[in-house]
């Protein structure tokens, strides 16, 4: 099955700084990238997401970039704010067939003012 | 309220207990999920149904039981469970399968005494 790693398990940034996150998967079959946010005590909501067929996507501040022959991908949160400050998940399934979304281990990214 | 809404939001049983959760989706969704939450593993996914249909079950132990009687509504059947069980229940729907946005409920924080 698939196996998703993501790093680092926490960040903290100063405010306006630029934070990055990476995932890695296994499973080369893996064609659909979302990450969520969970604000504290809140549920978890989707942010942004890639399929495979392009490598990058960007959403105002945030980013998301896929490289498909290393089987990474990253968040990438510009001009951080306050606001910023979640749980943030990366996760990969594939399309193709029955196959569950498997998540990553989440990053608590903590912005400073 | 919209969306995806659960209850009970908070649960106290003891591990001779028979309870059960239950998940409402609003949005005409055809898939629903339950997911396990707790610090050891962030976001665990449980079963899924697919247009009624159980389409996953991650090798979860018999004493939590699903029930899917429509696309909308969705229970978790709790009987002898046990003091690692606690943790946060959330249910999502999606269009269908996993490779579309998941919309998440608020979630039932579960204590097994």
């Known amino acids: 099955g698939e196996n998703v790693e993501q790093h680092p398990s926490t960040l903290s940034v100063q405010e306006g700084d630029s934070a990055v996150i990476k995932c890695t998967y296994s499973?080369?079959?893996?064609?659909?990238f979302p990450w969520y946010k969970q604000e504290l005590g809140k549920r978890p909501q989707l942010i942004i997401d890639?399929?495979?067929?392009?490598g990058e996507k960007k959403d105002q501040r945030i980013a998301v970039t896929l490289n498909k022959t290393a089987k990474h991908f990253s968040l990438h949160i510009t001009e951080t704010q306050p606001e910023d400050s979640a749980v943030y998940f990366c996760?990969?399934?594939?399309?193709?067939?029955?196959?569950?979304?498997?998540f990553g281990s989440g990053t608590r990214l903590q912005v400073q003012p | 309220e919209t969306g995806v809404t659960q209850t009970p939001r908070h649960l106290v049983m003891g591990m001779t207990n028979k309870k059960s959760l239950k998940c409402e989706q609003h949005?005409?969704?055809?898939?629903m999920y339950w997911y396990k939450q707790s610090a050891k593993k962030p976001l665990e996914l449980m079963f899924v149904?697919?247009?009624?249909?159980?389409?996953e079950n991650n090798s979860v132990p018999s004493r939590f039981s699903p029930e899917c009687p429509n696309s909308s509504h969705l229970f978790l059947h709790l009987h002898t469970l046990q003091p690692e069980d606690s943790a946060l229940y959330l249910c999502?729907?999606?269009?269908?399968?996993?490779?579309?946005?998941?919309?998440f409920g608020p979630g039932t924080r579960l204590t097994v005494l």
């Open positions: 999502a729907s999606s269009q269908d399968g996993h490779y579309n946005e998941q919309f």
């Open positions: 499973d080369s079959a893996s064609n659909y």
């Open positions: 890639i399929r495979s067929n392009v």
């Open positions: 996760a990969a399934t594939s399309d193709t067939g029955r196959r569950a979304l498997t």
């Open positions: 949005l005409g969704h055809n898939a």
């Open positions: 149904y697919n247009f009624k249909e159980q389409t």
